[in-house]
């Protein structure tokens, strides 16, 4: 769907253009498991698209007992604005015209994040570092090396009995992201949910399964399993952290959205991070890599 032009440069933000303006519904996106529409939003002369995701049109998760979806990808887009890093969308809670749901800033990506197959090992697939995932984020290669700028993720079935070897790019935006993950215990980074955009930001979409007070972290992003974190991810894990205390406003925000349990599970899982001062490995009890992976 192309999108309407982007937001002039005014004082009305994009929050307070979704939060207050009106939505009209344009059409929906079918190949989503849940209830997903296209919109445009309208405030004081301003218009732009959007997402919105009404919780009636959600479908029920056993592991998610409490909350909603919708809940809880306002509250990683709460904890992507907390470490600021901008990597979530523009994201509210609100009415809309089937009830209440998320409704998000749209973002028109530039080139896909999913994953193209290379011809060898390490062909073909550049230098991957700051700004340079842009046009590819993940590729397929054959071999046992992902090659310069490339972080190894694992085989993957590329069928007619063949595997090929999962890379995503060495990116400093999906190492962000990365930790980003294992805050929020993000559940299903796919390469679709990574939406490069023409400015060179890296936007990530699709938090509804988060937060779980259990270990359920499943993604792509593994090439940095094990290794330090930067100093720039200590720095905003240490915000967090303060942010997260009791009373203060992320933390009252927070209990908006998600339950105690799952607080208190996301002040582990930044405090774990602290101690440790690594990017987190798959904990074996659990699937590490979603599928479809893209």
Known sequence: MSAPERIPPRSLTPHELLAEGELTVRGQIREASNAVLYCTVEYKGVSAACVYKPVAGERPLWDFPDGTLAQREVAAYELSEAMDWGLVPPTVLRDGPYGQGMCQLWIEASETGEASEDSEAGGDTGDAGEGAGQDRLLALVEGDEPGPGWKAVGYADVGENRTALLVH??????????????????????????????????????????????????????????????????????????????????AVRLAELITPAEIEALRGRVAELLRTGRHREPSGQWPAIPWPPV
């Open 169 to 250: 790019a060495d990116d400093e935006r999906l190492r962000r992201l990365a930790v980003l993950d294992a805050v929020i215990n993000n559940g299903d980074r796919k390469g679709g949910h990574l939406l490069p955009a023409a400015d060179g930001r890296l936007y990530a979409i699709d938090h509804g399964v988060t937060f779980n007070a259990d270990d359920k972290l499943r993604t792509l992003l593994w090439g940095w399993a094990g290794e330090p974190l930067t100093e720039e991810a200590l720095a905003a894990l240490r915000r967090l952290s303060a942010d997260l205390a009791e009373d203060r406003p992320l």
